[in-house]
Protein backbone atom coordinates (compact mmCIF):
# COMPACT_ATOMS: atom_id res chain seq x y z
CA UNK A 1 0.00 0.00 0.00
CA UNK A 2 1.51 3.25 -0.94
CA UNK A 3 1.23 6.02 1.83
CA UNK A 4 3.02 9.55 2.44
CA UNK A 5 2.37 11.02 5.62
CA UNK A 6 2.94 14.05 6.61
CA UNK A 7 3.45 15.71 10.47
CA UNK A 8 5.08 18.72 11.62
CA UNK A 9 2.95 21.68 11.02
CA UNK A 10 1.46 23.92 13.35
CA UNK A 11 0.92 27.11 14.80
CA UNK A 12 3.91 29.48 14.89
CA UNK A 13 4.54 32.91 15.30
CA UNK A 14 6.11 35.26 12.21
CA UNK A 15 10.20 34.92 12.01
CA UNK A 16 10.11 30.93 14.01
CA UNK A 17 10.45 27.77 12.31
CA UNK A 18 9.02 24.40 11.31
CA UNK A 19 10.01 21.07 10.25
CA UNK A 20 7.73 19.40 8.21
CA UNK A 21 8.35 15.39 7.15
CA UNK A 22 7.09 13.18 5.24
CA UNK A 23 7.19 9.28 5.31
CA UNK A 24 6.67 7.33 2.57
CA UNK A 25 6.10 3.56 2.03
CA UNK A 26 4.95 1.28 -1.02
CA UNK A 27 6.98 2.09 -3.33
CA UNK A 28 10.47 2.37 -4.80
CA UNK A 29 12.22 6.30 -3.04
CA UNK A 30 15.32 5.94 -5.14
CA UNK A 31 13.05 6.31 -8.27
CA UNK A 32 10.82 9.38 -7.50
CA UNK A 33 11.22 13.38 -7.10
CA UNK A 34 9.74 14.43 -3.98
CA UNK A 35 7.71 17.78 -4.05
CA UNK A 36 6.48 19.92 -1.59
CA UNK A 37 3.19 21.74 -2.40
CA UNK A 38 0.92 24.18 -0.55
CA UNK A 39 -2.75 25.53 -0.73
CA UNK A 40 -4.32 28.12 1.11
CA UNK A 41 -7.92 28.93 1.30
CA UNK A 42 -9.20 30.57 -2.10
CA UNK A 43 -5.86 29.43 -3.86
CA UNK A 44 -4.24 27.25 -5.81
CA UNK A 45 -2.04 24.53 -5.27
CA UNK A 46 1.33 25.59 -5.53
CA UNK A 47 4.85 24.23 -5.74
CA UNK A 48 7.07 25.38 -3.34
CA UNK A 49 10.13 22.60 -3.57
CA UNK A 50 11.21 19.69 -5.32
CA UNK A 51 14.14 17.57 -4.79
CA UNK A 52 15.54 14.87 -7.19
CA UNK A 53 16.08 11.91 -5.09
CA UNK A 54 18.13 10.51 -7.65
CA UNK A 55 20.90 13.06 -7.87
CA UNK A 56 19.69 15.31 -4.80
CA UNK A 57 19.24 18.51 -7.81
CA UNK A 58 16.45 21.16 -5.98
CA UNK A 59 13.73 22.98 -6.74
CA UNK A 60 12.51 26.45 -5.02
CA UNK A 61 9.33 28.88 -5.45
CA UNK A 62 10.79 32.19 -5.32
CA UNK A 63 8.86 33.10 -2.29
CA UNK A 64 10.75 30.67 -0.34
CA UNK A 65 14.38 30.75 -1.40
CA UNK A 66 16.56 31.45 1.06
CA UNK A 67 14.53 30.53 4.40
CA UNK A 68 12.64 26.82 3.09
CA UNK A 69 15.27 23.82 2.51
CA UNK A 70 14.06 20.25 1.24
CA UNK A 71 16.21 17.26 1.80
CA UNK A 72 15.71 13.65 2.00
CA UNK A 73 16.76 10.81 4.29
CA UNK A 74 16.98 7.69 1.90
CA UNK A 75 17.52 5.30 4.59
CA UNK A 76 14.43 6.21 6.72
CA UNK A 77 12.54 7.01 3.80
CA UNK A 78 11.81 10.47 4.53
CA UNK A 79 11.44 13.69 3.05
CA UNK A 80 12.00 17.15 4.77
CA UNK A 81 10.85 20.80 4.96
CA UNK A 82 12.91 22.83 6.69
CA UNK A 83 10.97 26.33 7.01
CA UNK A 84 12.54 29.28 8.95
CA UNK A 85 12.17 32.93 8.90
CA UNK A 86 8.37 31.81 8.37
CA UNK A 87 5.77 35.01 7.29
CA UNK A 88 2.34 35.14 7.71
CA UNK A 89 2.00 34.40 3.71
CA UNK A 90 3.30 30.88 4.29
CA UNK A 91 0.70 29.36 5.80
CA UNK A 92 -1.25 27.13 4.05
CA UNK A 93 -2.02 23.55 4.23
CA UNK A 94 1.51 21.52 2.94
CA UNK A 95 1.41 18.78 0.30
CA UNK A 96 3.98 15.87 0.23
CA UNK A 97 4.18 14.49 -3.36
CA UNK A 98 5.99 12.28 -5.01
CA UNK A 99 6.21 11.61 -8.88
CA UNK A 100 7.90 9.00 -10.87
CA UNK A 101 5.81 6.42 -12.88
CA UNK A 102 2.79 7.64 -10.87
CA UNK A 103 2.10 10.66 -9.15
CA UNK A 104 1.62 10.08 -5.11
CA UNK A 105 0.14 12.59 -2.11
CA UNK A 106 0.00 12.99 1.09
CA UNK A 107 -3.21 14.29 2.98
CA UNK A 108 -1.44 17.37 4.21
CA UNK A 109 -0.52 19.57 7.62
CA UNK A 110 -1.69 22.75 8.20
CA UNK A 111 1.03 25.41 8.67
CA UNK A 112 0.29 28.28 10.38
CA UNK A 113 2.05 31.63 10.77
CA UNK A 114 0.64 34.39 13.04
CA UNK A 115 1.99 38.18 12.39
Known amino acids: EVQLVESGGGLVEAGESLRLSCVVSGFPFDHYAIGWFRQAPGKEREGVSFIATSDGGTYYADSVKGRFTISVDKVKNTAYLQMNNLKPEDTAKYYC????????WGQGTQVTVSS
Open 97 to 104: NARGLYDY
